[in-house]
């Protein structure tokens, strides 16, 4: 083929480039799970206006806590957490591999140069005699430009694209991770300094009751297993004690750790908090549709299945072939002549590269459909479980919720009641006994509505780490965005 007739059908082959693209375009199933009606109905429990409430998710949840301290935290974590130093270094790598994708196909290029002392075999070119030995030269340039005929390259950066989304997703599921890990601990550290508090309290208060029944039996009102049945009493209170200060050292190692420092080295106010963060308001849930667009995991699953949809196409792509058209020019003899009109040489024309589909090439198309295949059961899995922890959580914590309010009054009767029979047991009315039942019941009810009101607020970390909110915070990728798909819904 001459040039003109090349140049000629160059047009043709641009415009069919730009036609065929092999494999399916994606989308996503009609009957995929994120279009389930369950996965667009109101979250069972958010109607319960005590304990929830189906507004948005604020994206900086945590500052629903109004505390400075708690605050400043999770902005240390999120500048200084190995694990979003993994997501980041992750993130970038992903952002090279993309490029790499992007750069492959259109113009390559090559230049070469070469100087041996030789002799050529003269058969090769139908000389039947020996030739000489001699010098010999090649200096040679080449340019091509790859055409994307069956869209191959186009199915690969789409690839390439959809696993960089799901990576920067992955990213913000590490920041959602980190942010909830440090507010629990922050929590844990607190509800546990407050639990040690109320612990010791009534341990101060049993051991008051021990020295006035001492009192009691030296003036004749009393006995000696009295006093025991009571020092026994405080002797359990006082086993309580490590179990809060080990619960609070653990907590402070495990915020050390998320800040990326020593304990010792945390905010002397985090040292010094003693009261259990909460939330007094009802929790902003929003919906099941809402709850999917959000949660990145759920993003994640969605891009991994784009992807491997692409990879069908660049599997169908190797079983046809590889077009370019390409031009070379340079100088090829002997050394001394080089530079001389017999000596250069130029082409230009289509290169046709076409490997038969054999070797399993069939086959790998088959792969990547099943490969689609499980991704989209991997997505469905993903967008069921983001369902059953949110309502799972918001379930626990209405229950939970529930119980703080009836040991609020359990321990506001026990009060009552440990008071009243103090003061017959003093006046002589009532026995030891019912002295100490009543004060052990107040003992107990304080013990328990302080790990009640603990554990709600730890169901309310729980929740926002369910409902995925966190990772869309200032310093989050300016690149976060909802995939096509799931933005959709």
Request: proline share 5%.
């Amino acid at each position: 083929m001459n040039a003109p007739r090349a140049l000629a059908l160059l047009p043709l082959v641009c415009a069919l480039a730009a036609c065929i693209t092999v494999g399916p375009d994606y989308k996503l199933p009609p009957d995929a799970a994120i279009n389930a009606p369950l996965a667009n109905a109101p979250l069972d429990g958010a109607g319960n206006k005590v304990v929830a409430q189906q507004q948005a998710v604020p994206p900086i949840w945590w500052r629903l806590y109004d505390d400075p301290v708690l605050d400043s935290l999770v902005q240390q974590a999120m500048q200084s957490n190995t694990d979003l130093r993994v997501a980041a270094a992750n993130l970038a790598r992903s952002r090279e591999a993309l490029g790499v994708a992007e750069a492959q196909g259109g113009f390559s290029g090559s230049a070469s140069a070469a100087v041996k002392r030789a002799q050529e075999s003269g058969e090769q070119f139908l000389i039947f005699e020996k030739l000489p030995v001699a010098n010999e030269g090649d200096i040679g340039i080449s340019v091509a430009y790859e055409i994307d005929l069956f869209g191959t390259l186009r199915r690969g950066v789409e690839a390439a694209e959809a696993d960089h989304e799901a990576v920067q997703a992955a990213a913000d599921l590490a920041r959602i991770t980190v942010v909830a890990d440090v507010v629990r601990a922050y929590v844990e550290n607190c509800s546990a300094a407050e639990e040690l508090a109320i612990a010791q309290q009534s341990l101060d208060l049993q051991k008051k009751r021990v020295a006035l029944t001492r009192r009691l039996r030296d003036a004749g009102r009393g006995n000696t297993p009295d006093v025991t049945r009571g020092q026994t009493q405080v002797e359990t209170l006082n086993a309580d004690i490590p179990r809060y200060r080990a619960r609070r050292r653990i907590a402070q190692y495990r915020l050390a750790m998320l800040l990326a420092r020593a304990p010792a080295d945390l905010p002397p106010a985090v040292l010094a908090c003693h009261e259990t963060p909460r939330i007094k308001n009802a929790l902003p849930v929003g919906d099941g549709a809402a709850l999917l667009k959000r949660r990145p995991d759920v993003r994640e699953a969605e891009r991994r299945l784009a992807a491997s949809t692409a990879r069908i196409g660049v599997a169908t792509g190797a079983l046809y072939p590889t077009v370019a058209i390409g031009a070379s020019a340079g100088l090829t003899g002997l050394a001394g002549d080089l530079g001389k009109p017999e000596t250069q040489r130029w082409g230009f024309g289509p290169l046709i590269s076409w490997q038969f589909p054999a070797n399993g090439a069939r086959g790998r198309v088959r792969e990547a459909r099943a490969g689609a295949d499980v991704a989209l059961a991997r997505f469905d899995g993903v967008v069921l479980n983001a369902l059953r922890e949110a309502q799972s959580s918001l379930a626990t914590y209405a229950a939970d919720y529930e119980r703080m309010e009836s040991l609020r009054a359990a321990q506001k009767s026990a009060v009552q009641s440990a008071n009243e029979t103090h003061r017959f047991y003093i006046a002589g009315r009532e026995s030891f006994i019912a002295d100490l039942d009543a004060t052990r019941t107040l003992t107990s009810t304080n013990a328990q509505l302080a790990a009640a009101e603990g554990q709600v607020a730890l169901d309310q970390v729980n929740l926002f780490r369910a409902l995925g909110g966190g990772w869309e915070t200032p310093t989050a990728s300016a690149a976060s965005k909802e995939s096509p798909a799931v933005a959709r819904k």
